[in-house]
């Protein structure tokens, strides 16, 4: 029988709701059953998320991820990497500190990962302007990751039982979309989808559908030329390739059809085209996803929810849905995983 994989679950951004969803996730016995979770983060927030969710749990702190295996039901795996104070982790108020902090969690993470000493890396919700603040320029998570693992061909996506979305464009101003938006972009993005779904699915061949840019498709080149010079080309070099994919469909009418067409997947070219509809269907268990790193990295598809931080409210079902994929993909016999023995 295989070794449960040891999957490292960064904490994110302290002053935020990412402590406690991580506590309240490791209660769940499917967690337990998939994986050996692995915190990385600091000692005293989740101390304080312990409290703030009245968790019997206890802490065990471990200076390597294979130290892990030897924690005793009902206590939580952590390797500190910080030892931020009271004032650093204020709820709701993002500090230089903890975003210092946060973004050597997820280096060490994907480090780990990168060695084949942990199968795959579950990321809680971040700050961007903490990390900012501290000196790390990144849009988010997906492009510090991908600078990590050496590589530009990357693709987000989110991910449901009902819907899966990924994106040629991310966290981009609406105004650079259009020159962002190239037969090179798309047809990367398209390739890029088709052999992470294929993973997910099973599926040798997934099914799916493109995106147009504009309303109606362009209306035949009045409203924008994106789709007969850009789009189009780009998913016949596809299907060229042997990838069954479809469009450009409008964005407008396409994800009612999503199921009754059978598509296992939609390529959307900019962020809320995409995200907006499958965040209707999967706010709480919803997945992030970073497809095309050497690495297996899920996500929550929600951010740090300042406004619950310190209740014990905040659901943990992302969380749930996002380690149970990062242990679904480890047992695929995703490369560096097998490598490492989690087959």
Known sequence: ???????????????????????KALRAPEVTAACVPLVIGDRLTLERALSVCNSPQSISEV???????????????????????????????????????????????????????????VTAPISKEAMHRAGHDYPGHTELLAGLCGTGDFVM??????LRVSLVTIHEALGDVPRLVTFD???RTIRITAEGVAR???????KLAVLALNPHCGEGGKFGREEAEVIGPAIMAAR?????????????????????????A????????????????????????????????????????????????????????AIRMAAGLVRRSFPLAQAAGFS
């Open 200 to 206: 997910l699915t099973g599926k040798a061949q997934p």
């Open 266 to 321: 939609v390529v959307a070219m900019y962020h809320d085209q995409g995200l907006i509809p499958l965040k209707m269907l999967h706010f709480d268990d919803g997945v992030n996803i970073t497809l095309g790193l050497p690495i297996i990295r899920t996500s929550v598809d929600h951010g740090t929810a300042y406004n619950l931080a310190g209740s014990g409210t905040a659901s943990e079902s992302s969380l749930l849905a």
């Open 1 to 23: 029988m295989p070794k449960r994989p040891i999957i490292a679950i960064t904490m994110g951004d302290p002053c935020g709701i990412g402590p406690e969803i991580i506590i």
């Open 157 to 162: 996506m989110l991910a449901g039982d009902l």
């Open 185 to 187: 972009s798309v047809l």
């Open 63 to 121: 200076s390597a991820a294979e130290e892990a295996r030897h924690v005793p039901d009902g206590t939580i795996p952590l390797l500190a990497l910080s030892q931020l104070s009271e004032a650093d982790i204020i709820y709701g108020a993002p500090s230089v500190a903890a975003g210092d902090a946060v973004y050597r969690y997820i280096c060490h993470a994907a480090q780990l990962c990168l060695d084949g000493t942990v199968a795959a890396m």
């Open 240 to 264: 060229l390739e042997g990838i069954a994919a479809e469009g450009p469909l409008s964005a407008d009418t396409l994800f009612h059809f999503v199921r009754q067409e059978g598509y296992d």
